[in-house]
């Protein structure tokens, strides 16, 4: 936390808005994909993006990115707005902005070897070539923990771990400070997840990574995370330090989320669960006020009327709850 | 409520000797390839009784969606039997003709898949697919098989379910579709319910929902769930007993509390421990389990967990027995984590 603290910002969304035109039987709809969001990623640390599908958690990526423009709002890196950057400025951004998708199955390309796909970052941007760019591949392959025979195989002849080391080297190959991880190890055995965490975590140390990790597991997001904002439909409905996000959640989203995470402790020895009501509610279809009050087991009149602020609770933690000081839907269970 | 739930557990397992025998997989093999070359399941047994969950668990490549196929009469056709025996309600699957095992799909067993709109059929309406087991298995009137769809779709919370039947699959949410599909399975008041990662698909608050409506109905039934998943977390919340998987083996088969409080294999040990706690520490190193999961049928020689296992010993080449440690607690291992050893 102190470390946190201090480091400056690096990467920054402020008021980010995204709102897609979608063509319906009833005519020109908005779908709000992102509902105007801030976010502050400090040099060197995890940082936590936590929602189900469809809270617009992976449109956050793009537009971090810069795959996606913003409907409004900036993006900036190091102070600098990447949001209106085109071509070869551009290209010098992403160096030092990369990504680690899901599905290292689905973002390898199956014709390439391990060497070439390793390369590809270093050539696209030249940075290294002939003898040194073989060096440099052989150097990657060994920080990821692959070894040097692996770089004539294909993605086909690699277990899912071993593809997302090859994943994880194509990003760190131009040294980036900000990697985007969307759902990093979601796609692989359990028994494998811990390597490429333990991985991810060297790596940040030796590097001096920032990460932003998204995900829909809160244990992994509570194990690797020093602060974490939590998604509802498009919106942020609370944020924080992970550490406190966990013990005390205001917002009942959260507390749902929570306690309806599958935890590995048999049921007859854990708190009951609290379920949230219904499901979740079409994009296209946003509630009145508060976007989670149709599932909230704590809604009142006031819920549809006024949408709740994101509003300091204590210092470094906040909420979008009308009722955020005394919510606690456990006493439901 | 926690009194309540002890008197369940304790119930359910006195009452479960007395229970009949739903399902019973004995010594079953499964083999690929033209000269059976890749062997995929070894020797694998199980049971259960009425009402009672086994959660069957494992990575990918374990054999246990293998061994549900098999219990279904489903195998793949490259796939083929080398040995073993497996009973539905006293009925033998194995060699059983395709015309036989029909009907005893829908009436004696129903299935529910992980992903419901490959499984439902998407050009007609969901009240039709989940009325088809009652139209070739019972006698029952149209009216009498539409107030049966209408009450089991109400049970499993399907809201206004006498207009919704009419709908076709895409009209309805995931969490809704699968709703469906444990209804298409229950319909036929089955005594065995085979559930292949019913919940994998959906969300966690979604997912909640389901794993207590399928707990609910079935239990309220009496029905036998084969909960085949990866996912600790799941079995913690629906399964009465674990049989845990690896490379085509059963290795370790125990009542859930003791599964999570002394795992006996040092694979199921690991696989606890590998994943983040709520005590774990940012920073320290998770406990790693070296390596990858085998491919079907690619299992190492012996044990087939020995060349990630930090207990392995020369001993472990051979394959060991799964043999009763602690009562009610089977382990194939030759040094089993009996003494509540653990990292």
């Known amino acids: 936390m102190t470390s946190s603290t201090l480091s400056p910002v690096l990467l920054e969304a402020q008021d980010v808005r995204k709102v897609y035109r979608i063509r319906t039987p009833e005519g020109h709809r908005d779908l709000v994909a992102v509902n105007g969001l801030t976010l502050a990623l400090r040099r060197g640390e995890t940082y936590g993006l936590v ?67 390793v390369a590809e970052p270093l050539r696209v941007h030249r940075s290294a070539q002939g003898k040194k760019l073989r060096e440099e591949v052989l150097d990657l392959l060994d920080l990821v923990g692959l070894t040097e025979e692996m770089a004539d195989r294909y993605p086909r002849q690699l277990s899912g771990g071993q593809r997302q080391r090859i994943a994880i080297a194509r990003a760190i190959a131009l040294r980036p400070s900000v990697i985007i991880c969307d759902e990093p190890v979601s796609a692989l055995d359990v028994s494998v997840q811990a390597q490429i965490l333990n991985l991810m975590n060297r790596l940040q140390r030796e590097l001096n990574l920032t990460y932003l990790f998204i995900s829909h597991d809160l244990t992994l997001v509570r194990y690797m995370c020093e602060r974490t904002s939590v998604m509802y439909l498009g919106d942020i409905v609370e944020d924080g330090t992970t550490a406190e996000l966990f013990d005390n959640p205001r917002h009942p989203y959260t507390q749902v ?27 296209l279809a946003r509630p009145s006020g508060c ?8 809604a009142q009149q006031i819920c549809a009327e006024e949408v709740p602020q994101l509003r300091t609770i204590t210092p470094g933690h906040r909420a979008a709850c009308h009722f955020a000081e005394t919510a606690d839907v456990r006493k439901l269970a | 409520m926690p009194e309540q739930a002890e008197g369940v557990v304790a119930d359910g397992r006195s009452a479960g000797e007395a229970r009949e025998e739903v399902l019973r997989v004995e010594g079953l093999s499964v083999a690929f390839g033209r000269a059976s070359e890749r062997v995929a399941l070894h020797d694998v047994s199980l049971s259960l009784r009425a009402g009672e969950v086994v959660a069957l668990v494992g990575e990918s490549g374990c054999g246990k969606s293998l061994t549900a196929l098999s219990v279904m009469g489903l195998l793949p056709p490259e796939a083929h039997v080398l040995a073993g025996s497996i009973t539905v309600c006293g009925k ?30 998407p050009l007609q309406a969901v009240g039709r697919q989940i009325d088809e087991a009652l139209r070739i298995h019972t006698n029952l009137g149209r009216g009498q098989r539409r107030d049966k769809v209408i009450a089991l779709l109400d049970a499993v919370g399907v809201p206004d379910p006498t207009n919704r039947l009419r709908q076709l699959p895409h009209q309805f949410s995931g969490g809704l579709r699968q709703r469906i599909m444990i209804a298409m399975a229950l319909i036929g008041e089955p005594r065995l319910i085979i559930a292949d990662e019913p919940t994998t698909a959906l969300d966690v608050t979604i997912q909640a929902q389901i794993l207590e409506v399928l707990k609910d109905v079935t239990q309220a039934r009496g029905t036998a769930v084969l909960f085949i998943t990866h996912d600790m977390g799941v079995v913690a919340e629906v399964a009465d007993r674990v049989v845990v998987m690896y490379g ?63 207990d392995a010993t020369q001993e472990c080449l051979t394959m060991p027995p799964l043999e009763q440690v602690l009562p009610d607690h089977d382990v194939a ?11």
């Open chain 2, 92 to 121: 033998e699957i194995i060699g059983t003709p395709e015309r036989l095992l029909r009907r005893y799909r829908g009436s004696a067993m129903g299935m529910i898949f992980q992903d419901a709109m490959v499984a439902l059929n």
């Open chain 1, 257 to 283: 989320l929570l306690s309806a995470s599958p935890v590995p402790i048999p049921q007859s020895q854990r708190p009951a669960r609290v379920k949230p009501r219904g499901e979740i509610p079409s994009p």
């Open chain 1, 51 to 117: 929602g189900e599908s469809g809270c617009g958690k992976s449109t956050v990526a793009k537009m971090l990115l810069n795959l996606e423009q913003p409907t409004s709002g900036e993006v900036t890196l190091d102070g600098r707005v990447i949001t209106s950057l085109r071509g070869k400025e551009m290209r010098e951004v992403r160096k030092d902005i990369q990504v680690i998708f899901q599905d290292p199955f689905a973002a390898l390309n199956g014709r390439m070897s391990v060497f070439d796909l």
């Open chain 2, 333 to 343: 291992c030759w040094h089993p984590h009996t003494s509540g050893r653990s990292r």
């Open chain 2, 248 to 310: 085509g083996h059963v290795i370790e088969s125990a009542d859930v509390v003791e599964t999570f409080s002394t795992p006996a294999h040092p694979y199921t040990d690991a696989l606890l421990h590998s994943v983040p706690r709520t005590d774990s520490v940012r920073g320290v190193d998770l406990p790693a389990i070296p390596g990858s999961v085998p491919a079907p049928g690619a299992a190492p020689a012996g044990c087939p967990f020995h060349p990630r296992c930090s």
């Open chain 1, 291 to 298: 976007p989670f009050r149709t599932r909230c087991p704590l």
